[in-house]
């Protein structure tokens, strides 16, 4: 059996998603020698140089940090394989590793990935799932290759999307479920126990890149998409609409079934219900530019949107 503390491991991560597996692996006796992670940031304010959630418990924990901008330079590529290293694990590192890297530690790179491979392959899986109105979701264990997400799978771990779940807890809740599973392959995975099985060519899904404008409402969209729309792109890009010129921020809303005979975009009631082409859209708690989040009755006393109204 192979003993952990005998093991030359790297972590490479870079937000909270990942911190709980870095954790985890200090937890278990796993010898973390370097911890990559994503340079320090300009944040606040102030713009002041921040780092990485990853970077700072690392720190913590005493283990030396390095923060590259690149990986595909032969100065970064030399220092990694100075490492001497059997394996690496990434979550959410951000960077583009190359081959060189990949081949460099003596069993490969595993990453923690949020989905159910092969579907949402990609950079955003949490809210594309919610998007899509998927039941369930889940976390992989896989091996590393120079495709996107396309690496043999070795453990799966299903989380189920429920009509409540947010991108918020989900995030929360995969990062715990990747931390376990990680701990749990890892030394089955390199006695040979767990075989990895290559993805199978159906079902291949790609979760591309939020863009800040899919946080728009549309009411050509039905409620129940624009009740997903809501869970899923809270707090970024955030979700809104416009009244008067302004933005309004919709942190919560429900999906009511019922429809009236209105165009789509028209307030139905005295309490912000909003017809879409199919159903009732109802925001329960706002936010007015310039304003604080606010519940719908509080919001309206406020800011009045008539009955009538065609937003």
Request: charge should be neutral; charged fraction near 20%; proline fraction near 8%.
């Amino acid at each position: 059996m192979i003993h952990p503390a005998s093991l030359r491991v790297a972590f490479m991560g870079t937000p909270e998603f990942a911190v709980p597996a870095l954790k985890a692996l200090v937890d278990a006796g796993y010898q973390v020698m370097t911890v990559y992670s994503q340079p320090p940031r300009p944040k606040g304010r102030g713009y002041k140089l921040q780092e990485s959630p990853v970077h700072t418990l690392a720190e913590s924990l005493g283990i030396p940090v390095l923060t590259p901008t690149s990986l595909k330079t032969k100065d970064a590529q030399t220092e990694f394989q100075s490492l001497n290293l059997d394996i690496a694990v990434v979550a959410a590192y951000g960077l583009i590793l190359p081959k060189t890297i990949l081949e460099s530690p003596k069993y490969g790179c595993l990453n923690i990935h949020g989905s159910l491979l092969p579907r949402w392959r990609g950079a955003a899986p949490i809210h594309r799932a919610i998007l899509a109105g998927d039941s369930v979701t889940g976390v992989t264990i896989m091996e590393m290759n120079e495709g996107l997400d396309t690496g043999a799978m070795i453990l799966k771990r299903e989380i189920p999307i429920l009509p409540i779940t947010t991108t918020s807890g989900l995030h929360d809740e995969m990062a715990k479920v990747g931390a376990e599973a990680l701990i749990e392959t890892l030394p089955l995975y390199l006695e040979g126990v767990f075989k990895p099985i290559p993805q199978p060519e159906e079902g291949i899904t790609y979760a591309a890149k939020i863009e800040k404008e899919e946080g728009l409402l549309t009411w050509e969209d039905s409620a129940e998409v624009l009740t997903r729309k809501v869970r899923a792109l809270n707090p970024w890009p955030g979700v809104w609409f416009t009244y008067q010129g302004k933005r309004i921020k919709v942190f919560e809303a429900q999906n009511e079934g019922a429809s009236f005979s209105q165009v789509p975009g028209t307030i139905v009631d005295s309490h912000l219900g909003i017809q879409t082409r199919e159903g009732i859209f109802r925001p329960t708690r706002l936010q007015v530019e310039g304003g604080s989040p606010l519940l719908t009755e509080d919001f309206l006393r406020g800011h009045p949107i008539p009955k009538g109204t065609k937003l």
